[in-house]
DNA sequence: ACCTGAACACCGTTCAAGT
DNA sequence: ACCTGAACACCGTTCAAGT
C-alpha cells in the first residue's frame, strides 16, 4: 500500500471521527439530509441548507447523489431500514403487531418520510427486504398469495394512514392534544357550532380527556389483526 | 346604479357565461386550482401556471387568496364537498361502507390531495361539515362516544393509508399492474432476486393475475367493518 | 375594486473551472 | 477525484402603479 502523505497520525484511517469535515460520500450525504429533514421539516429542506449543514457548497453533493429525488429516495430506504423485520417463529400476529408498532415508530420519528415513502422512483433495497420479510412471515404462517396481499395491503394502508394523520396535527403528548382540541373549538365560527353539534362534542370531550396517539393506533391495530384471524380460514381458497 | 360604460350589450349581468375572460372570484379560482392540479399534478401546480390557465397576471390571484397554502386549503375543501354524507337512517355499516368508497373516489379522482388533506392549515368548513356528519351517524347509531372516536380514526386512516399508496403506484387498470409488476420484477438485480424469493413470488402472480384497486380496497374495508361490528358492544362502556 | 410589471429573495441544477 | 463560483431558469410573494 503507498504510503501517503497525511498531515495526522496515522490512526487507522478513523481519522475523520475528530476532522471538521471528513471527506464526503453518499451515506454521509444520506444520513445528514435525514437529521436535517428531522429538524427542520420537508418545507426548509433544500440542498442549499443541507450542503451550508454539511460545511460544503451545495453543487458537492451532486458528486453523490444524481438530484434532489435520488437523495429523498435514499433517505427513505434509512427509514425503512430502522423498522423491525417481521418473524415468523414468534407467531404472525405477535410478529405483524411489532413491525405495525416498529414502522410507525419509524414514522413518527422521521414525519417527512409518509409523503415519500410511495414514491415515483424505484423502492429501494432495505425496502424490498422488508416487504420480503413480510411477505415470507405471511406465507410461513399459512396464508395463501392472495391473502398475503390482502393482509400487506391493509396493514400498511393503516399504519401510512395514521401517520399521515398524526403528521400534520402537531400536538405529541396528550394534554397537548386537549389543548388543541380546545383551539379547534374556540376557532369554530359561533353559528358554524350551532350546524355542526356531533363535532362540537367531540371536540370538547378531546380536550378534557386528552388523545393518545399510541393507544389510538393500537386500538385499531387490535382490530385488524383481529379481524385478519377471524377470515383468515375463508381466505384460504380465496 | 350608475350607467358603466361596456362595450357589449347588456345581459342582464350574464354575459359572463359568453366572456373569454370572466371577472375572477374566490370559487372560480379556487375550481380552476382543482382542474390544473388534477391534469398537471401537484409539483407542476404553481401560482404563475394557474394564473397562466385563467389568462391573468399570477398577482391577480393574490386578490382572492391570501397565498399558495390558503389556495390549497379551499382547494381541498372543494374535495371534501365532493364525498357522500353517511347517514345513519341507511344502517351505520352501509352508510359507512358508502362513505369509505366516495372518500377513496374523491381521492383517486384528484390524486393531489391526499398528501393535503389533513394540512396544517384550519380545517374547512366542508371538511367540518362532513365530520360532524360522521359522527352523527355514529352516535346516532348508538356508539359511544370513545367508540365513534376510534372508529373515525381508523377508517379515515385505512382510506388515506390506501390512496397514499395508490396515489404514487401510477397504473390504474389490472392490466397496467401487470405490467408494472413485471417491470419490477426485472428491474430487481439477479443477485437481489435471489435474497428476496417471497418478494419476488407475489411480483410475479400479480404480473400474471392482474391487481385490481377496487376490489383491494373493498376487501380491506369489510375486514374493518366486520371488525367495527365484532367488536361493538365490547367497547360499549370503553 | 381589480389587475399589472418590475423586482426580491429564494429554489434545483448546468457548466466551466479549479485543486 | 472531488469541490467551487458564477450563471440559468424557475419559484412565491412584495410593492408601487395603473384603470
Known sequence: MAHRPVPQADDGGQQDAVRRRPRLN????LRAGVVLADA???????????AQELGVAPMALYKHVANKQELL??????????????????????ALRERAVSLRNGLVRHRWAVGLMEAHGRPGLENLKQHNALLGCLRESGFSFRTAVHVTSLLDAYIYGFALQQKTLSFETPEESG????ATR???????????????EVVGEL??????????FETGLDVLLDGIDALRASWRNG
Open 73 to 94: 429516495d435514499g433517505m427513505v430506504d434509512l427509514v425503512w431500514a430502522e423498522v423491525t423485520e417481521p418473524d415468523a417463529a414468534r407467531g404472525w400476529k405477535p
Open 179 to 182: 389543548q388543541a382540541a380546545a
Open 26 to 29: 453518499q451515506a454521509a450525504v
Open 186 to 200: 374556540d376557532g369554530i365560527p359561533d353559528d358554524a357550532a350551532a350546524r355542526y353539534p356531533y363535532l362540537l
Open 40 to 50: 427542520v421539516g420537508i418545507d426548509g429542506f433544500t440542498m442549499r441548507t443541507l
Open 207 to 216: 380536550a378534557a380527556e386528552g388523545y393518545d396517539y399510541d393507544v389510538e
